[in-house]
T-cell receptor, first 112, second 114 residues
Framework: KNQVEQSPQSLIILEGKNCTLQ??????????LRWYKQDTGRGPVSLTI?????NTKSNGRYTATLDADTKQSSLHITASQLSDSASYIC???????????FGTGTRLKVLA | DTAVSQTPKYLVTQMGNDKSIKCEQN?????MYWYKQDSKKFLKIMFS???????INETVPNRFSPKSPDKAHLNLHINSLELGDSAVYFC?????????????FGPGTRLTVL
């Protein structure tokens, strides 16, 4: 079982709508959590990074939240645009390791 | 002024052949990685080098051999290619090897083994 699970697997929304993507992890101890955006045919690009003590962080229309107690994170996208169509990947790191544990990703499609 | 570049972008080859994928970063980073992304889009780390020294070597067949001639380059050589090697291979780099360092990814190399 993967230590980082994301839901939903895929999501289709209309342009202008909001959406929320979920990431649940079992990695412990926990160091930080990143959300990446991967456009089709491209490499992932970091959106946000959150450490143990942070609850929320925004990057434009993207807002990430973290609940370290329940080991859950969410990525909220406000006023979606066609360019938001991509895969969103949650990546968790443990302290004292060099490893990044990738989630299964959520494929978002925004329709006009 | 591409940060992390990979060549080739596409690679189609026959089973049993040997091929190489090259990666270069101009960010001045110390750490470089190779990832494999399968058909389900799941990214899995294969190798990581820090200052030309191997620090992560996941359970990867020894047909895969990384080579880091210098800090800015990490190449991946694959011997005796198999059908299951078909995937997209991503190179990445980061400033340091700690878990808090952001990784910058290349555009990927789509390998198809026939």
């Amino acid at each position: 079982k993967n230590q980082v699970e994301q839901s939903p697997q895929s999501l289709i929304i209309l342009e202008g709508k909001n959406c929320t993507l979920q990431c649940n992890y079992t990695v412990s101890p926990f160091s930080n959590l990143r959300w990446y955006k991967q456009d089709t045919g491209r490499g992932p690009v970091s959106l946000t990074i959150m450490t143990f003590s942070e609850n929320t962080k925004s990057n434009g229309r993207y807002t990430a939240t973290l609940d370290a107690d329940t080991k859950q994170s969410s990525l909220h996208i406000t006023a979606s645009q066609l360019s938001d169509s991509a895969s969103y990947i949650c990546v968790v790191s443990a302290p004292g390791t060099y490893k990044y544990i990738f989630g299964t990703g959520t494929r978002l499609k925004v329709l006009a | 002024d591409t940060a992390v570049s990979q060549t080739p972008k596409y690679l189609v080859t026959q089973m049993g052949n040997d091929k190489s994928i090259k990666c270069e970063q101009n960010l001045g980073h110390d750490t470089m990685y190779w990832y494999k992304q399968d058909s389900k889009k799941f990214l899995k780390i294969m190798f990581s080098y820090n200052n030309k020294e191997l620090i992560i070597n996941e359970t990867v067949p020894n047909r895969f051999s990384p080579k880091s001639p210098d800090k800015a380059h990490l190449n991946l050589h694959i011997n005796s290619l198999e059908l299951g090697d078909s995937a997209v291979y991503f190179c990445a780099s980061s400033m340091g090897q700690g878990a808090g360092n952001e990784q910058f990814f290349g555009p990927g190399t789509r390998l198809t083994v026939l």
